[in-house]
């Protein structure tokens, strides 16, 4: 049987969450499947792994180092592992689910 992950489940997740941001579905391996949901600002810190994000809602600007690009649902985003990146100016809808991946210090 395969397990089903849905934004209902997910959103689920992130109000359960410690932080009521981010929420965890799946883990396999190195691989986490995730649900972000920040609310206002987006606070977060360079991560050990690569990263994907898959923007579910919402648009806003993504910064990845030096460079702020504009994002909109349906785009994915790949951080490599270490990068500084955060979603800023978002709207209140923005959510994207979160795949983290492969070693620690990325591919």
């Given at each position: 049987?395969?397990?089903?992950y849905?934004?209902?489940?997910?959103?689920?997740?992130?109000?359960?969450?410690?932080?009521?941001?981010?929420?965890?579905?799946?883990?396999?391996?190195?691989?986490?499947?995730?649900?972000?949901?920040?609310?206002?600002?987006?606070?977060?810190?360079?991560h050990?792994q690569?990263?994907?994000?898959?923007?579910?809602?919402?648009?806003?600007?993504?910064?990845l180092?030096d460079?702020?690009?504009?994002?909109?649902?349906?785009?994915?985003?790949?951080?490599?592992?270490?990068?500084?990146?955060?979603?800023?100016?978002?709207?209140?809808?923005?959510?994207?689910?979160?795949?983290?991946?492969?070693?620690?210090g990325?591919?």
């Amino acid at each position: 049987m395969t397990d089903r992950y849905t934004v209902e489940k997910a959103l689920d997740l992130v109000a359960r969450s410690d932080d009521e941001a981010y929420g965890v579905l799946l883990e396999h391996g190195t691989l986490e499947l995730g649900y972000y949901k920040p609310d206002g600002i987006d606070p977060q810190q360079p991560h050990t792994q690569d990263e994907i994000y898959i923007v579910q809602s919402g648009s806003g600007l993504f910064v990845l180092g030096d460079e702020r690009k504009p994002f909109e649902a349906g785009e994915a985003l790949f951080v490599p592992a270490g990068a500084v990146h955060r979603f800023e100016d978002f709207t209140e809808d923005f959510s994207t689910w979160v795949i983290f991946y492969g070693p620690d210090g990325g591919e």
